[in-house]
């Protein structure tokens, strides 16, 4: 029996690494070329930016029917396709950088496009859902640069921009348990990213693209309770004062570096418009497809997008149209949600070339 489980796993594990090459060699065939040289992007954050380090067995994004619109089955993401980290790698030209705990799966060459450290459910700080937080993921970073994984520091130094998308999950626990001043919670989160982002410069990243959150107010989670029709105005308050504070401390930081190094991905208002304003797609518009409603979700309260029954029976409905859907499940963009957002956020990321 032990056998027969030491079998199923090592096919397991093998199908994982399978998978991953598929996505890694989809990648490579669109953005062989790299417009603008050789540059290197390192990711840090939660499951907006995971491209598959949260592990298969705590995951929904290696379920059913996570990435059926890209590769077309399970592979890591929290989407039925592309997420964040796919489309600002997309900008740069570059194929999306390996996963950290794939980094020794893969060739090398693979890893010359960057590495991406960001785990689904993690935050500036521990939080409900466990994995490494944003100072582990820098921690894993500064260990490979001590291992010499990427040839010089100056190597780093001359062609390498960072993503840091992380905050969401650390307001989890404030939404579930009001026992702090939201303001304390906000500067407390505040401060030590700022830490967080200064270590990453101090280790070579010459420009940093930080997120502001998006609406939280206008997750399905939060919207599910007023029947997908409004967002949460108390939640997206929230959110505003996240982005006010990260914009002060962004604007402290830059006077210090002298040369513009971090950068605000806007989140909040790309999400916001493309959720507000109806857009016509294939002869849809959001006046015909709630932008509020996700596309994925359990049959009932007990379920969720990907839950299966004891039997294997499927316990989730998907809608019709996945690829006009803004949100995926209650918590994350769909692929065409993420094309959104990143089609609002592209007068930013060319910052990051200034």
Request: hydrophobic fraction near 35%; proline fraction near 4%; charge should be positive.
């Amino acid at each position: 029996m032990e056998k027969q489980t030491a079998i199923a796993s090592s096919c397991l594990f093998l199908l994982y690494i399978a998978t991953f090459t598929e996505v890694l060699e989809a990648h490579h065939h669109h953005h062989r070329h790299n417009r603008h040289g050789s540059v290197k992007l390192f990711v840090f954050g939660d499951s907006y930016a995971d491209t598959g380090n949260t592990g298969k067995s705590v995951s929904a994004s290696w379920k059913e029917p996570y990435g059926i619109n890209f590769p077309g089955k399970p592979a890591g993401r929290f989407s039925d396709g592309f997420v964040l980290t796919d489309y600002i790698a997309s900008f740069l030209g570059i194929s999306s950088p390996v996963p950290y705990t794939l980094r020794k799966f893969v060739k090398k060459s693979k890893l010359e496009s960057g590495m991406n450290f960001a785990y689904g459910g993690t935050g500036v700080f521990d939080t409900v859902f466990g994995g490494p937080n944003l100072t582990t993921q820098i921690d894993f970073f500064q260990q490979l640069l001590e291992q010499k994984l990427y040839s010089t520091k100056n190597d780093v130094v001359n062609s390498s921009i960072a993503l840091v998308s992380v905050a969401g999950n650390d307001y989890a626990a404030y939404f579930g348990n009001h026992t702090e001043d939201f303001a304390v919670v906000t500067k407390s989160i505040i401060k030590q990213l700022a830490v967080d982002l200064e270590r990453i410069h101090g280790l070579g990243v010459r420009k940093i693209a930080v997120t502001a959150i998006g609406p939280l107010g206008c997750l399905p989670r939060m919207t599910s309770f007023l029947s997908y029709q409004n967002c949460s105005e108390v939640a997206n308050l929230v959110s505003i004062f996240h982005n006010q504070i990260l914009r002060q401390k962004v604007e402290e930081l830059n006077k210090e570096t002298k040369k513009s190094s971090f950068v605000i991905l806007d989140l909040y208002n790309a999400s916001l418009s493309a959720i507000m304003l109806p857009k016509h797609h294939q002869g849809y518009s959001t006046l015909q497809i709630n932008p509020l409603k996700p596309c994925c979700v359990g049959v009932s309260k007990e379920y969720s997008c990907g839950s299966v029954d004891e039997n294997g029976a499927k316990k989730y409905i998907v809608c019709d149209k996945p690829k006009l859907s803004f949100f995926w499940d209650m918590i994350h963009p769909s692929q065409n949600g993420w094309h959104e957002v990143y089609s609002a956020i592209k007068s930013s990321l060319r910052q990051l070339y200034l």
